[in-house]
């Protein structure tokens, strides 16, 4: 079509609109001066003061954010295998496309009980650190080999066979042409693990243990006693202001490489 | 060796890590919770022993259990149409005009979720209240409503489907992305307007995202209970949150499980439903 996308713009930046209202009213009220999320009564910082003094909120966003780093490696680490073990039809492929599949279909809900029962009565786990970690890489992994398998299904298989005829051994031309071929992808997959797991409270909240609290659980605990407190609303503030700036930073790093190179990326038209 | 038998090695091989962590930690608690189900309650520590019996099934479809079971099914699926509604158009200009501006803009889409879930309920149940925002600019036009609109089912399923719009986007936008654009040209050659051609062309091109997408949206919005116990009110109560109060509160282990098999069951239904089309997305 070659009429410029006017309407279909103006819906799809509703749609982003829609996504981006609720957290632009927290950035709002979290310099609201009473606890009120709905009514601005004045200007303040006090809640960011009062988040930086609160040492079990930030105790629990540490050790949210380590469970999210290690989840995200582990998850990383062995779904990328597995998706390159995907790669070309074996006998069993089908059966192992349903196991990957399951993690992605079991509700989050049903997983924590099966968990909590699990690490309780059968296997001696104790919760904290160790089942939560064991929790969220089963259910972000087959987010992980989604995204690396899709990469690789898209990936120009003569450039592999160009390096091979160029002399490159196996090892070498995985390494040189293969990876970072694969490389954005499991880029992308480790950060989808890594934001699955540090927004978890479904699962979670069956399986922290004593001293060991997410901040999701710990503010859904204290959320339904007495609303969520708005030292949460300014933490939250934050995390999507670096996340925000990181993708903008990301965006002008990839822009300015982009005119810097000549390269075009293979296969785009797949 | 032969080639086929080494290939199946190396695979197997590769995909062996996987298999372990997922057997141990997804097929065995899953497998445990099938035996809890067919449990006798026990108050005590134990919360689910011999003998075996099926009364927790009996208990679980138990017809005062059924205007929930449709509840969750309305909320679930209503979340699931919502999210193709404002999750297409979005994938859609992205993969077709986002350019060389499209990961970041995908990348866009997730920015918000940084903010924690809870507090992002919570801006909505802040948004939604008597005196909040909404209630407000509404009360500028005269449509505004004693109370907010808190406590609605209109209020869960808009917070749901606010909660899992990106899953919405991600199968979409690789579905549209892979689309070839020439078809829809074609048709308009072949003498299509823009609704056939949508129904006839577009749609079934798209069919692998949009039901991959749904499934990664229905699913979690069936299993929820935090959104349904904070926007909606009490009689708001849904499959995932009668299944955490067995297993937090009541105790009851067997009735909860019997309510997670339950629960499977009916997300298996979806998936045979769904047959082999979504496969080469999700």
């Known amino acids: 079509m070659n009429r410029r996308p006017w309407l279909l713009g103006g819906v799809a930046g509703l749609v982003l609109l829609f996504l981006y209202a609720p957290v632009a009213w927290l950035a709002v009220v979290s310099f609201n001066d009473s606890r009120s999320l709905s009514r601005i009564t004045g200007l303040s910082t006090r809640w960011y003061a009062e988040l930086l003094g609160d040492a079990r909120v930030l105790e629990a966003l540490g050790l949210t954010l380590r469970l999210a780093a290690a989840s995200a490696a582990v998850a990383t680490a062995i779904g990328t295998l597995a998706a390159f073990g995907l790669r070309r039809a074996f006998p069993g ?17 049903v997983l924590g009980v099966a968990l909590l029962g699990f690490c309780v009565k059968l296997a001696g786990i104790p919760l904290g650190f ?11 992994l087959s987010f992980v080999v989604v995204v690396v398998r899709a990469r690789i299904a898209g990936m120009d298989p003569r450039l592999e066979e160009a390096a091979a005829d160029l002399g490159a051994s196996p090892p070498v031309a995985f ?6 071929l694969v490389a954005p992808a499991v880029a ?6 890594f934001l699955l797991s540090f927004d978890d409270v479904v699962t979670s909240s069956y399986l922290t243990g004593v001293g ?37 930073a990301g965006v002008l790093v990839a822009s300015r490489r982009a005119r810097a190179s000549t390269f075009v990326e293979p296969n785009r038209d797949q | 060796m032969l080639p086929s038998r080494r290939r199946w090695l190396v695979a197997t091989g590769l ?6 962590w997922l057997g141990v930690f997804l097929i065995a608690p899953l497998a445990l919770v099938v035996q809890f189900s067919f449990a006798t309650r026990d108050t005590g520590v134990a919360r689910a022993v011999l003998p075996w019996t099926t009364h927790a099934y009996a208990t679980a479809l138990d017809p005062a259990f059924l205007p929930i079971f449709g509840r969750t099914l309305a909320y679930a699926g209503l979340t699931t149409l919502f999210c193709l509604l404002l999750g297409f158009p ?12 499209r990961t970041a803009l995908l990348a866009a889409v997730l920015v918000p979720f940084w903010s924690s879930y809870l507090a992002r309920v919570y801006a909505w149940k802040a948004l939604l209240d008597g005196e909040g925002l909404v209630n407000r600019l509404l009360a500028g036009v005269g ?26 986007v991600l199968p979409l936008y690789v579905a549209c992305e892979r689309f070839d654009h020439r078809q829809v040209e074609a048709s308009y050659d072949l003498g299509h307007g823009r609704v056939s051609t949508f129904a006839r062309v577009v749609l079934p091109g798209l069919l692998p995202g949009v039901l991959a997408g749904s499934l990664l949206v229905l699913v979690p919005a069936a299993g929820d209970f935090v959104t349904p116990r904070l926007l909606g009110g009490v009689d708001q109560s849904t499959f995932g949150s009668v299944i955490d109060d067995q297993f937090r509160g009541g105790n009851n282990w067997p009735l909860g499980s019997a309510m997670a098999v339950l629960l499977l069951v009916l997300v298996v239904v979806a998936l045979a439903l769904r047959g082999r089309r979504g496969e080469d997305v999700l």
């Open chain 2, 90 to 101: 979005l994938a859609w200009f992205i993969a077709r005009h986002g350019g060389r501006y």
């Open chain 1, 175 to 180: 390494r040189t042409v293969t990876l970072p």
């Open chain 1, 212 to 248: 060991s609290t997410t901040l999701p659980v710990h503010v859904y605990a204290q959320a339904s006693k007495r609303g969520v407190s708005p030292e949460i609303v300014a933490l939250s503030t934050v995390l999507v202001a670096v996340s925000a700036a990181l993708l903008i």
């Open chain 1, 130 to 140: 160790g089942a939560l970690l064991a929790a969220h890489v089963a259910f972000s």
């Open chain 2, 143 to 168: 449509l505004d409503r004693p109370g907010g609109f808190l406590l609605t089912d209109g209020a869960v399923v808009l917070g749901l489907t606010y909660g899992f719009l990106p899953f919405m």
């Open chain 1, 93 to 109: 492929r089908g059966l192992w496309t349903l196991l990957l599949g399951l993690p992605l279909v079991v509700p989050e809900v």
């Open chain 2, 15 to 20: 995909l062996t890590p996987t298999g372990l």
């Open chain 1, 188 to 193: 992308a997959g480790a950060a989808f693990a």
